[in-house]
């Protein structure tokens, strides 16, 4: 037998998004059934489609469970009640019930409407703040600030699959390394002109492979030129970029050569040593030290950058913020109004952005791993397109299509 | 204007197989229309979904493509004319236009109702044999063998997409490394036993890296204990398992210490030998020379087994086939009827092996490289279930799971 | 004509460390010459070989560069004169020609004799405190603080490669999967025995995947049973424990049946939430919400540990170190005299405890991406032995080797 | 005690090979010892270095053992006998003891004189034809015909390292992709160019990848303008070059879009349906069917392929060599005299030819995935040079240093 019943509707792209099937089997893989109270399907490629189920179980705890999931995937109670708030029991401490965020467009239901949710992001908790709601991080929480709870009113927006194939939807989730890099080189210049001429903000996560793969000339012509809105890279990013101004050497590979040259791995240090004198990065460009490169361009140009330290690092730079809190603080506001977000060869920086970013914005992921992008879009980043190849080949590659250079 | 217009239905489980979501889409980006006539979701889990709409375009040759491409997803013609067929023009050349197979399941309208092809495979012809549809391969063509040509009179049925997430659904196209491998291992070890206990087939594709990976006495014990129906590979595993069982090594490599042994490669070379003087791998068995490991057990049961040649093949063996079209016709063979193949770290093998399989038999491909088991998704072969490991780890764990061993 | 010339001597294990190889290929490969003035080459695998020569080069410069290679693979002038220390100009600020330092063991020329630095580590400089040369990070240097410049009266000893093929050398630089991963995991067991009988100290790096391919009950076993006597790691392999230990899952998936359960990630979000209440991991080990888990065996054992925040971090935990200054602090204390380190699936954290580590120190790194592996010895961490293969599957054959579970 | 001993000797360049550092490892490995009884290392880079030593053990077996892989590495008994050998006992059958090659430079000593061994190739045996020593493959022995036996009569010159770093051993098994790959692209230039100059012959070894990543276009430039002298490939790189030339697509998708087209994957069955009708790939150039790609330039120039068939081969074409046996030949004729060998993707087919070539032949081994490069070395191509990136724009980049095309 199966008393317990919920009503649920969901309408939009449903179709084209697969959301339809990720609902309808989720509802049998958890053992659930599901009665299709009315279904439409939008007539046109323009229209709509909207859904009304009811969905039962005999056991009232997985239907729950399953409404939870449900609502991640779209659908919303026909009729939802008012939402529930309660009181943060302490500092940064959540009710045990609290609804955790996705990082979907979210409303919620207040005060007899449905209210969109400002500063979408990944795992964070939803509190009321002058009676709208707002997303906050756990640790942000202050005791007694009334945090969402449940999620029986809650409705959530999954982007869209972009559905004009010929701009940016063309390789959605496709990370194979067997298809020709040239033509995603094309359309992601394409794209980045396109926002750039709609006045969009287009920010670079970036490692330290993109200085030794030989891309660093190519991205710093991309600042120049004006691509660039932002940059969300680690200290090793930068030492190597300043090594690669300083001594043409990346970890002690001569650039141009390839090949080895003084002490092994001396050359950072003494790219670390002459920022630490100059006193930092952008006293470094004033004082005429630091002359070429990606963080040369990007101080010229006034491009907000945010270099975050990591447990490995050496020196840090006087820029790297140390600590983790600031340094997510920082990215954030970096990211703010992004466009696109282009990640390039660091895995450990573009999951941070991954989980700041609300899902509709754009995002490129470039790696000669494959498991790194597969390991990015495992974590929710639906819209991130991967490239398989070398950093510093798609950057040249961009360059010479944005630029005419080579 | 758009005044082509041709009007497909198709039925099934269209939603939660993510079909619908592919056909609307296709239709999208090939920039055509389309306008639903009606559809009709299942009410529930077991009812099918009906669809039936126009399709239009202003270019002609855009909607025949794209006609082409919407019944491989499903759709045929809501009033198909009958099937044409044209004569071969030469043996093993087909007409132009000639229809191109895929693995699922094919009807073609032939004289006023839906015929199913018998022996469906990928990349074949479908020709007509006393009147029946049977599908070949292009080499087998023969002169005046009529041939089906267009896409207008045939119907396809991709598989529904396993819907009871407790019996083998549960790791659609997972490949991830980051999953515990044990749920994988005891949710297979489930599948081959309700499998043997149905009576079912279940044959194995397996590499050398079996053998290098510690995995053949344990392969070898399955084998015994029934669970294996065929065994197709390449020269490389039996000269390796034959290696193994007379020297204790595997390509030179002990496989007890993992130490490196006399002269690097020469064991396998010795083994190579010890076979050709006994005169094959079933004389070895009987003359007693050979008296342990996978090709032992195989050859003591029956198990019918293919060896197939490659361009890096030493010796070769004397059951090895260097012919690769008698090759082709061995897998085949043994193919026939198979429930499920499991396959074991050869990537060549497994892809030759997934033209052969219709999409509906089930496979599991274990490899330590992701992006092999990509590349076989890449191919078609839907139904694979891939697990990131190390085969011979793999293996152990069936063993202990399936026969109590460790 | 090459009228500059130098004169080194270097001696030890010069041939079977591959030294003497280095030595010689590397005068070629920068252009210049050598004149072999004496050799004698160990008469039997005990005697040390004794190396003296003269350098020539027409490029003083050149000369002056490989001579600081040279000192990297061991050689050492052969009358050096007394080390240069000079003043640092500020604090954190080195002179522009400082001694960068390698992690083999090192003395410096002062007052007459060679004297052997104290805390060696990777990427520091050297300074004279109390008149004996110690290892400092370029951050912490104060201004004024004497530094040793230059490299002309630095003697290195790269660790001799293990001669004893039987003991740990076996898979020296071995990272390939192709070998049967049980013998590693034996020989590896032998390793942690042995140095557990001889008082010895096992420190782990640990990442999150650890948790995910199911390892967590095995780590915490060998944490119980007295392996480990330092735990290194970051904030997600915590949250994941903890996740895993409440609610048996791991980044939403069930560890028991693999598959997603109730709301995607919420669950390492409620497990934050339950730590933040407690007021600390060590709180929740008190107040019984804690009962299992690698933190649970860690924190009850009284094993020291450090967990280093990162850019991509939920919550954090409360014990997780923000700055990572401190957290680099908090890792060098626990690595202080450790004779070897697990590192499992954690690049970030395995590549900053490389270059903490002395050559001398042993390293397992266990990793199912040769490329991390590769990573590892590229920047210099030699000793370090790969093994490629899944985190979880080799942690509960470690297990059960030591503490005959399974 | 070990009263048994053997004297070998040795020279060469046997520090910078590493050859001597193996050596005595070697030894001590396998617990044996030594006793230099003399030494000479070479004055100068120019300079050759002497060995003579005596290996001892209590063990005979392991005695014979050891030298037989002391002979591998170049060592040789100071007083060598005759060498021995015994008629085969059937054909393609071995004495027991029969010695294996490797693909080293051999000798032999008969009539009292170190003869070397013609046609050498990896995993052969030595047999005697006219008083020579021949190598040849177990399976073409003849009843009766004297086979090598015993390895004691045996020297090896294993290949020395190549010493001028700006040449061609600039990268001596990296296969890091951390690496600017221009730097070996450029290198790889020149190296041709040389080669060309100097009357040498360029092998390629191609995979179906070149044309899937957009590469066709440049290798026939380079087909085009003299830098092949032979092609060896399998069925699937000349179906989709065809396919590409006669389609623009290549496994279905559109090469100039990346977008897929028509029915997945007809075009490859078309492909090979119009070269059936056309009789063979040299047809359909000359009837004007084929006018570009990499066969026609291959065609047109009259440079010699072969195209070996595998399991998973759709078609063949009519070109493509089906039986192993044949296909092997075939490669060993176009191999002979290579100067230098490129292996753009297909590990496959790189495997085969680097056992069938001499260890002195040069290699460049281009794959997107590091494991290929390795297991390549793994094979002992120690000449092999490995670059991690995608074979299309590896080529695209060589086609743009040495003919100025992009």
Known sequence: MAPHARRFVSQG??????????????????GA????????????????????????????????????????????????????????????VAPEDFYSTTHHRTEVFVQGRWREVRRQRMDGV????????????LRDLRAGQPVLCGSSSVRLTPPARDRDARLFGFMQSEVSSER???????????????????????????GPVVVHTGGAPALASLVKAGYLQGLLAGNALA???VECALYGTSLGVDLSSGRPVDQGHRNHMRAINRIAEAGSLAAAVQQGVLGSGIMYEVI??????????SIRDDGPLPETITDMIRAQ???????????????????????????????????????????????????????????????????????????GSS
Chains 1, 2, 3, 4 share one sequence.
């Open 300 to 309: 010229r140009a006034g491009v907000p950058y945010a270099l975050a330290g």
């Open 13 to 30: 792209h449903l179709v084209d998004s697969g959301a339809l099937t990720r609902i309808l089997n989720l509802i049998v893989e958890e």
């Open 126 to 137: 939803v509190v009321l703040e002058h009676g709208e709601p707002v997303c906050r991080k």
């Open 33 to 92: 059934d599901y009665e299709v109270v009315s279904f439409k399907l939008g007539k046109t490629n323009q229209d709509e489609s909207q859904l009304e189920m009811e969905v039962r179980s005999g056991d009232a705890a997985l239907l729950e469970g399953l409404a939870a999931r449900l609502v991640a995937l779209g659908c919303y109670e026909r009729k939802p009640g008012e939402a529930v708030f309660r009181p943060a029991p302490r500092e940064g």
């Open 239 to 241: 030492v190597h970029d």
């Open 329 to 403: 603080e920082a990215y954030e506001r970096i990211l703010e109004n992004a466009s696109l977000v282009l990640m390039l060869g660091s895995m450990l920086h573009s999951i941070a952005v991954g989980n700041m970013l609300p899902s509709w914005v754009k995002a490129v992921c470039v790696d000669i791993a494959p498991p790194v992008i597969t390991k990015l879009a495992d974590r929710g980043s639906a819209q991130t397109v991967g490239v398989v190849t070398d950093a510093g080949l798609f950057l040249r590659g961009l360059a010479a299509v944005l630029l």
């Open 180 to 206: 020709s890099v040239e033509n995603a080189v094309r359309r992601i210049a394409e794209e980045l002109k396109s926002i750039r001429t709609g006045g969009g903000r287009i920010v670079a996560v970036a």
